[in-house]
Structure formats: C-alpha cells, structure tokens
C-alpha cells in the first residue's frame, strides 16, 4: 500500500518506501542518496503534473494547492 501525499500534508517516507502523488502517479523509492542526505532539505517534483514537494529527514511535505485567479 502507498502513502499518498495530498495538498497540505506532511507523510513520513523509509529510505526504501515508494509513494504516489495526488494525480496519482507512482514515485519511487527515496533510496540511497537521500539517505546520504538525510538532514538537508531536498526539493522533489512529480514529473506527471509538476507539484514541488520539500523532503527533510523522511518528513515529506506537499504544500497546499493554489486557487486559480478567477477574472
């Protein structure tokens, strides 16, 4: 079962977990490297619909979604 990273959530992520995205695209495992860089702060984006995640020691954020302007 994957954890799915919704607008305006924080997940926890294993160095060896794989999680989806809300558009519902599969994302890999955070794996070796970011284990490496465990304490920094890593910027993720979905390749599928471009939403930009920040990951800090398994601490995976997705920020809220932005209201489009209305005219």
Not at 21 to 48: K, M, N
Not at 58 to 70: F, M, N, S, Y
């Amino acid at each position: 079962m994957f954890q799915v990273a919704n607008p305006g959530t924080v997940i926890t992520l294993k160095v060896d977990e794989a999680w989806k995205c809300h558009c519902g695209a599969e994302q890999p495992r955070p794996g070796v490297w970011v284990a490496a860089h465990w304490s920094e702060r890593l910027t993720h984006r979905c390749t599928s619909c471009g939403t930009e995640r920040t990951l800090v020691r398994g601490q995976l954020t997705t920020p809220k979604a932005r209201k489009e302007p209305t005219r």
